[in-house]
């Protein structure tokens, strides 16, 4: 579970909190309209946890993680080989990410406590939620890093890989509670 929430909220905070920054500087966008566009990636991943939130009973919680991970990644893998030709090709594939990415995200918390019997479900949210911290500051920290560079490509590959790997642990390693009573999941 700690891998997952890392790889979700490391992409998840890599892509949101640096977008205006590269708006701005990499594009020559004004502040307000780089924030505009970040609000919109912002709210495309909102639009992505209700999809997520409508579906997630249908699909399955391992199946929501593993393609929305996936697609993300792909999404951001796309971008990368592109470099971000355009202002507008960003905040397309971004979004795009951001839907998925959010739809994962959001996921964990319902998936989370299905997979920890009751005597410890909080201590095994809380290491989920721990890894999710750790995601949130390595994740800008490292594009930051990345970015610094001026290999604007790299930084979304390097987001599509965290992804993917995501995608994979959930892949290998996930078990699908759906259906399924919690005393049967976590006795």
């Known amino acids: 579970m700690g891998a997952l929430w890392f790889t979700g909220y490391f992409a998840n ?64 893998l796309l971008l990368g080989l592109t470099a971000g030709d355009s202002a ?13 990415l959010f739809g994962s995200n959001i996921c964990l918390y319902l998936y989370t406590p299905e997979l920890f019997p009751t005597r410890i479900r909080a201590l095994g949210s809380s290491v989920g939620g721990a890894a999710n ?29 965290v992804s993917v790997a995501g995608s994979l642990v959930a892949a290998g390693w996930a078990e699908e509670t759906s259906g399924r009573t919690l005393e049967d999941m976590a006795p």
């Open 133 to 161: 911290r750790l995601g949130v500051i390595l994740g800008p920290v490292v594009v930051g890093a990345i970015y610094a560079g001026g290999a604007m490509g790299t930084v979304f590959v390097t987001l599509a890989v």
């Open 88 to 100: 507008s090709s960003v905040l397309i594939w971004t979004s795009l990410a951001a839907v998925f």
């Open 13 to 76: 905070y890599g892509i949101t909190s640096w977008l205006p920054t590269i708006y701005k500087d990499h594009f020559g966008l004004s502040l307000s309209t780089a924030l505009l566009y970040s609000t919109v990636t912002s709210c495309a991943g909102l639009a992505g946890c209700l999809v997520v939130a409508l579906t997630v009973d249908r699909v399955g919680r391992r199946n929501t993680v593993i393609w929305c991970m996936a697609t993300a990644a792909l999404c951001l």
